[in-house]
């Protein structure tokens, strides 16, 4: 599958960003999709993460609640909506796909590899 992540930028801390990722080259609602992020010298980092019918969502516990993630299969599109940007988010986002992942709604994170596919990544910066 092909992942099209777009939407990063700079932002003002307390500010948003809508981050989105299409999909292509495989059938999208079959799909777990997730939110991953790198800041340099770290491990990429598990954000959030989306059920196929978008039913359960999954978030790493620092962004509960100011992210939310969501899909829209009929247009093979999954989103990250940012609220209340930190600085300590600045990170280069990626979005993944898993073909065989199940997501059980919570807080808590998931492996990268779990994640069988990964898009290129868009930056966002927060500045304080």
């Known amino acids: 599958v092909q992942l099209q992540a777009s939407g990063g930028g700079l932002v003002q801390a307390g500010g948003s960003l809508r981050l989105s990722c299409a999909a292509s080259?495989?059938?999208?609602?079959?799909?777990?999709m997730g939110w991953f992020r790198r800041t340099p010298g770290k491990e990429r980092e598990f954000v959030a993460a989306?059920?196929?019918?978008?039913?359960?969502?999954r978030y790493l516990g620092s962004v509960k609640d100011r992210f939310t993630i969501s899909r829209d299969n009929a247009k093979n599109t999954v989103y990250l909506q940012m609220n209340n940007l930190k600085p300590e988010d600045t990170a280069v986002y990626y979005c993944a796909a898993s073909w065989d992942l199940v997501v059980h709604h919570g807080t808590g994170i998931l492996p990268a590899s779990d994640f069988d596919s990964w898009g290129q990544g868009t930056q966002v910066t927060v500045s304080s």
């Open positions: 080259g495989r059938t999208f609602k079959n799909d777990v």
């Open positions: 989306i059920s196929r019918s978008g039913g359960s969502l």
